[in-house]
């Protein structure tokens, strides 16, 4: 069993943790929390506690909440570090992980840099094998590759993708906007070369605008083969990818809420959609053009990928195997439908 600590239970950092629990060759040795609050006594009734620092320790003890003890000592008993910290600590806590000879994850809030390998679980799985240091992708850079990976073998594809971003996740009440769409003026958007740094060479150029939701982001995307191509030969490419479901207006699905509303009727845990969501009456081709919608669930589509990365840093199995596994696991799959 891989033994794994957890630095931060956030939005990410707790959807790895619980998927951990469900995998049959690893395991959480523990959660760091930085702050005494409710969502810290939620995690101390699941897995051990761990605080940042020494000078963390008493706030804990004031308030009633369990700690076992600091990131060091969560070091001393794992074998790797998920860290989901807030975008930006990265470079803080690799010099940390790296003191104490530990192998971490890194999320995508930090720079490729950072690690100098991004990953994604179809793209580049092997790439992680036996590494250190790993950057999971943004959920928004994950999204793109999911769809765009299995494309790449018609050859030579150019990519333009337009992004509507939810302004923030739903338990955030501090963030905006409420009433305006804020266009992002950096062109292209940070998110066409992260997808650039993990499917290399891919000629691809994003905008992004950020709107008044909380639920999903949209993308708008348009690629153009070197060649005509089919609409029955793209849905071939993306078949079998059970990361990428195709739900349709037709069946009533018109909306990123009523995709919500699915993952809330089917069980799926705090509503989490780790797919992502193709309308299949979207996919239209004039030329060597393609053109589809997506919607991406932020909180959620990179928790497989963090899972594989895992596998694939400790050389636990291979590509195909450990999708399966992580798949079976989360069920990932049981909602491609689209007439
Ligand atoms: P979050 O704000 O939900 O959670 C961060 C957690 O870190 C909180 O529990 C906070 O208390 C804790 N924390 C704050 N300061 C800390 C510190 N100095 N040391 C340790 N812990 C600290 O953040 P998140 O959304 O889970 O994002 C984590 C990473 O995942 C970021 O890199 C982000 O870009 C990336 N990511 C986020 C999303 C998303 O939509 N939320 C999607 C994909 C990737």
């Known amino acids: 069993m891989l033994k794994v600590g957890i630095n931060a239970y ?14 049959d060759d690893m395991k959480v040795v523990g959660v760091v ?18 605080v940042p620092e020494k000078s963390a320790l008493k706030s804990f003890e004031d ?8 990131l060091e000592n969560l070091m001393d008993d794992s074998e790797l570090i998920l860290d989901a910290t807030p975008e930006g600590e990265g470079e803080k806590y690799k010099a940390i992980y790296q003191k104490n000879k530990k192998k971490a994850i890194f999320q995508g809030g930090e720079d490729h840099e950072l690690t100098n390998l991004s990953f994604n679980a179809y793209a580049n799985f092997k790439e992680a094998w036996g590494k250190d ?3 999971v992708v943004s959920c928004n850079t994950t999204g793109l590759i999911r769809t765009l990976f299995p494309l790449t073998a018609f050859g ?13 996740d739903p338990d955030d009440y501090t963030k905006g906007p409420i009433n305006s769409i804020v266009p992002d003026l950096k062109i292209p958007s940070h998110h066409g070369p992260d997808v650039a740094s993990v499917i ?5 150029q994003t905008m992004a605008v ?16 070197p060649n005509e191509v089919g609409v029955d030969e793209i849905l071939g490419k993306w078949k079998g990818k059970r990361r990428v479901a195709f739900v349709s207006g037709k069946d009533g699905v018109k909306s990123t809420s009523q995709l919500m509303d699915i993952a809330r009727e089917t069980g799926r845990e705090r509503s989490d959609l780790y797919e992502i969501i193709l309308w299949k009456d979207s996919i239209s081709v004039k030329g060597n053009e393609l053109f589809y919608y997506q919607a991406v669930h932020q909180e959620s589509d990179v928790v497989p990928e963090n899972i594989d990365a895992m596998r694939s840093m400790f050389q636990l199995d291979e590509k195909e195997e450990s999708i399966d596994k992580t798949d079976k696991s989360l069920r990932i799959g049981e909602l491609a439908y689209a007439r």
């Open 10 to 23: 956030g939005t990410i950092g707790k959807r790895v943790a619980e998927a951990i629990t469900k995998q």
């Open 33 to 50: 929390k930085a702050h005494p609050n409710y969502m810290s006594f939620v995690a101390s009734k699941k897995f051990k506690l761990f």
């Open 63 to 70: 308030s009633g909440i369990k700690v076992e003890g600091t």
């Open 133 to 135: 240091y790993v950057r």
């Open 156 to 168: 030579k594809i150019k990519v333009r993708a337009n992004l509507v971003r939810r302004a923030t």
């Open 200 to 204: 290399k060479g891919l000629d691809i």
């Open 210 to 225: 950020k709107v008044p939701t909380t639920l999903m982001h949209l993308h708008f995307v348009n690629v153009t083969f």
